[in-house]
């Protein structure tokens, strides 16, 4: 019996050899496997021919409405239009089949076709999006009816749903800022609430400039906005209804002062700071009973609180630890803990819409900095650095940081400034005069 | 005072409290005649130290040893031994207990402490019969050890010849609580669980090595077989149309007769197979020199240039592998197709996916340019696509 197994052996050993010998052979006749771990971080180039005029009377719209696309596009850092002096092949019209070796020659790698419509007070955008290199139409082809005065708005929703099916994420073109709008000496200040769209257009003032108001929060829904108003000599937090501006004051807890206010996640409610007998503790008040609760209780300065996306928890600052610092503690309150560990005092926390990361202000060695950093506060990174700059706010995908930026000097003034979560792509807002206290609401329905 | 503590101390315990008493009063009384202390305790000590000198040379050897022994039994008796600083000094004093005991010889003794005792102690020594037989230290007595016994295996059995009576089961809970039996309820049949394997109890008292561990060595080395016959061998070298005849043949059963010649056929087989794939392929399509580095890096970097990262997004936590088909020009031949993805939700890998197409499309240009004399290995290409250096951090 031992002599057929030892025979076996070698009989299979030497099935192996001769297979491993063979093995090079087999394996150079396989896929060539490549790893690529080092891109490039450019704009992606896009060509954006005007969007074609169907109707007479539409020609005004058509070219405006693909400024707008362009622009918005052009201006998250994450586009560049191509110059249409360097198109190859006329665009055509909207039906028309696209010459997409011309358009890969001067290297577009999106191509945006659109057409425009007008009838009766009514306006019809219609638009198509082609992958260049691939040779064929990324997402089908979308059309948007409004009034003519919406214009602007489909414009920007042509952009969004550009943006989205380029870059996977949701755009953020078509919402609307609330902030505190500036004018005068700064000894002699006036501050009034405006509203406008992302991109500093179709400004609105929602209160006179005949008391101070400060720190206006957007609700999730953005049909509202809370903010701190001394109407009466002492801070109080209003309630404003968007549509109509009629506002009243929220009843909350008793206490000299009511300031910070933020809705929660589903806007029922409003999380804000209420000093009494100089202490300052966070409260969050019912919108629809009433009813208040306290979260916090210590004899610290607890302000500025956010709540995450989901709504299970608060981050805010406090000087519990002698500086001022973030921390992080259940949406009902209880034990906080600190997140924010770096030189340095932090401040104004607001956390992103994705969830992933907190934006805040930091003063260091006399200056100011945005900054985000994870919501356990590891990988933090200053986006901005400048003599002031402060209270920043998240654009509802949670890509862009929009804060208030002041200058030095007794003619400094304040003025909005937008960056990419990256950190490129620093630029200023346009707003008329100066501006404070952004709060970025979410896209419109 | 002393009364009271006699039960809970032990006779030694006791006796050794009484003579520190009797020592600390002797000392305190002492020292509060004593005016001036530092002559006196100069004068002293030599005075001390020859009296006791005299009473010591004076003494036999035997006394202090009987002595000692009596010490003890002083206590027992409860009467003691000094009686002057009993009656001088409250008994009350605790400190006995606190103070470290002197060593018992210099309590015997009524007189003055200085009296050393470990000096007749040491006298008393003479007694030939206290020194042990230094037996440790005994060198072997044998050094010219000329064989080494080898400890023998000790022939010990681990298990009993005959069977141990299996132990009683242990108690096992179930897993449902069962309703206690009343002395009503009929008995319910007891059946017999059938007893657990057990190995039976160790016959020796502790643990020895096998005496015979089974050994798994080859009794015997058997011979190299002798090679096969002749008839079953050619078929390797074979021509690839013969190698098939001849492989054909060896799944023939029948033609070998022993188990030997099977296995002789079967390494035939398996040489003659493995020799007609690789000359089937190389005459099919020879791959030529595999691609070097640089060829690689080449391509590499030609696909770099265009991957385009968006370190903000959430495709940039997706690693993709894609893999297509190249012409013999180097341009991408039909679809790119996804073959693989590692993070992020679908639609960051659909952005991912776009991403790495548009990358490899748009670098192609006018095909890449890959060794033309290679093009069996690099016809199908697989590429994967990792952002994680270029996250933001």
């Not at chain 1, 003032?205 to 701190?228: E, M």
């Not at chain 1, 209420?274 to 019912?286: A, K, Q």
């Not at chain 2, 210099?106 to 020194?131: F, G, H, L, Q, R």
């Not at chain 2, 290679?374 to 951090?393: C, H, N």
Request: glycine share 8%; charged share 15%; aromatic share 6%.
């Amino acid at each position: 019996m031992t002599r057929p197994f030892s025979t076996y052996f070698a009989a299979l050993l030497a099935a192996v050899l001769v297979a491993g010998a063979a093995t090079p052979v087999l394996a150079q006749s396989g896929p060539l496997r490549i790893t690529i771990d080092q891109g490039i971080m450019e704009p992606l180039p896009f060509a954006a021919p005007g969007f074609q005029a169907e109707t007479t009377g539409s020609e005004q719209f058509a070219a405006d409405i693909a400024r707008v696309v362009a622009e918005d596009l052009a201006g998250t850092g994450l586009f560049r239009q191509i110059d249409p002096a360097s198109f190859i092949s006329a665009p055509g019209g909207f039906g028309d089949q696209v010459a997409f070796a011309d358009w890969r020659a001067i290297n577009a790698q999106a191509l945006i076709k659109g057409a425009v419509s007008v009838s009766g007070g009514q306006l019809v955008v219609k638009f198509r999006l082609y992958d260049v290199f691939a040779g064929g139409e990324l997402g089908e082809g979308m059309q948007l009816a409004g009034t003519t005065d919406g214009w602007r708005r489909m414009a920007h929703k042509v952009a969004d749903q550009v943006y989205s099916r380029i870059t996977g994420e949701s755009g953020y073109f078509d919402s609307r800022v609330v902030f505190v709008s500036e004018s005068g000496p700064k000894d002699n200040r006036q501050k009034r609430l405006a509203i406008m769209d992302y991109d500093g257009a179709n400004l609105q003032y929602l209160t006179d400039s005949g008391s101070i108001v400060l720190a206006p929060r957007f609700s999730p829904s953005g049909d509202r906005v809370l903010y701190t108003s001394y109407e009466s000599g002492f801070p109080r937090i209003n309630l404003l209804d968007v549509a109509t501006v009629g506002r009243r004051e929220i009843q909350t807890q008793a206490g000299e002062m009511t300031f910070s206010p933020r809705f929660s996640h589903d806007g029922r409610s409003v999380i804000y700071s209420l000093s009494n007998g100089g202490n300052t503790d966070l409260y969050r008040t019912d919108l629809g009973t009433g009813q208040s609760s306290q979260l916090t209780n210590a004899p610290s300065i607890e302000t500025a609180p956010s709540l995450s996306p989901d709504g299970s928890q608060i981050v805010f600052e406090s000087d519990r630890s002698g500086t001022q610092q973030l921390y992080i503690m259940s949406a009902n309150g209880g034990e906080p803990r600190r997140i924010s560990f770096g030189d340095g005092r932090y401040g104004t926390p607001v956390w992103s819409p994705r969830g992933d990361l907190i934006a805040f202000t930091k003063q260091n060695q006399g200056r100011f900095h945005i900054g985000v950093m994870r919501t356990d506060g590891s990988e933090e990174r200053l986006l901005t650095a400048s003599f002031l700059d402060e209270g920043p706010t998240w654009s509802p995908n949670g890509r862009v940081v929009m804060f208030a930026r002041e200058t030095q000097g007794a003619s400094g003034a304040s003025t909005l400034y937008s960056v990419d979560v990256s950190g490129r792509n620093l630029k200023q807002v346009p707003t008329p005069g100066g501006a404070s206290d952004p709060s970025w609401g979410p896209l419109q329905p | 005072m002393t009364m009271a503590l006699r039960p809970q101390m032990t006779p030694g315990t006791s006796v050794s409290a009484v003579a520190h008493a009797a020592l600390i009063v002797w000392l305190i009384v002492g020292w509060g005649f004593n005016s001036d202390p530092l002559p006196f305790e100069v004068t002293q000590v030599s005075v001390v130290s020859g009296d006791e000198y005299a009473a010591l040379v004076a003494a036999t050897s035997p006394q202090p040893s009987t002595d000692q022994p009596d010490a003890p039994a002083a206590p027992a008796a409860d009467t003691p031994p000094p009686p002057a600083p009993a009656a001088e000094t409250p008994p009350a004093q605790p400190t006995p207990e606190a103070v470290q005991p002197p060593p018992p010889a210099a309590e015997a003794p009524p007189p003055p402490a200085p009296e050393p005792p470990p000096t007749p102690a040491v006298v008393d020594d003479t007694a030939p019969v206290a020194p042990e037989p230094p037996a440790p230290v005994q060198p072997p007595p044998d050094p010219t050890l000329t064989v080494s016994p080898r400890p023998a295996e000790r022939p010990a059995t681990r298990v009993a010849p005959t069977p141990v009576a299996p132990p009683p089961p242990d108690t096992q809970i179930a897993e449902t609580a069962t309703a206690a039996a009343s002395q009503d309820a009929p008995s319910p049949t007891v059946v017999e669980k059938p007893a657990e394997a057990a190995a039976p109890q160790e016959a020796a008292s502790q643990i020895v090595p096998e005496a015979t561990p089974p050994s798994r060595a080859p009794t015997t080395s058997p011979r190299p077989p002798a090679r096969p016959p002749q008839a079953a061998r050619p078929a390797a070298p074979q021509t690839p149309a013969q190698t098939a005849t001849a492989s054909s043949e060896t799944p023939k059963p029948a033609a070998p007769a022993s188990n030997e010649t099977a296995v002789n056929a079967a390494v035939a087989a398996a040489l003659a197979a493995a020799t007609s794939s690789s000359s089937a392929s190389a005459s099919a399509a020879n791959p030529g020199p595999p691609m070097t580095g640089s060829e690689r890096d080449a391509f590499r970097v030609a696909v770099n240039a265009c991957w385009n990262v968006d370190a903000g997004s959430q495709a940039a936590r997706v690693i993709l592998t894609v893999q297509f088909d190249l012409d013999q020009g180097g341009k991408v031949v039909g679809d790119i197709r996804q073959i693989g993805a590692e993070g992020g939700d679908s639609t960051a890998v659909n952005t991912a996916f776009q991403a790495a197409r548009r990358a490899i499309l748009r670098c192609q240009k006018d095909g890449y340019q890959l060794p033309a004399d290679k093009y069996e290995q690099w016809k199908q290409v697989e590429i994967t696509f990792d952002p994680s250096g270029m996250r933001l951090r």
